[in-house]
């Protein structure tokens, strides 16, 4: 049952990575444990570290969304297209997303985006 439960983990998180598109490694392998333990506990943490590594997911979790979706602020117009995976220019001011750390938004050409703030690498663009 384990082994079937694994399997199906394994499955979801490569089928998934191709929708999240997101290149950090470090958030990946930790989103793939949380995941992972949630499916099948300890076994499930260990694989799912490794494959959310080895793919590099990140998705940010619903209460991310949902902050985002909600807040109000102008919105900054760049000449560069926002694409998943690429970086905000500079001159694209990122917010914090209170209680998480690990995401940032802006407000680019009306549209919210979900970045990564060291690298300031679009996540999740929420249209």
Known sequence: MRMRILLALLATTAFTSGVALAQDIEGGARRG????????????????????????????????????????????????????GEPLPVSGIIHEVAQHDDFAYAVVNNERVIVEPSTRKVIKIIK
């Open 33 to 84: 444990a949380a995941d992972g333990a949630a499916v099948a506990g300890p076994l499930g943490a260990a694989v799912g570290s490794i494959v959310g590594g080895a793919i590099g997911i990140i998705e940010p979790p619903p209460p991310v969304v949902t902050y985002v979706e909600r807040e109000r602020g102008p919105s900054v117009v760049l000449h560069e297209k926002v694409a998943i």
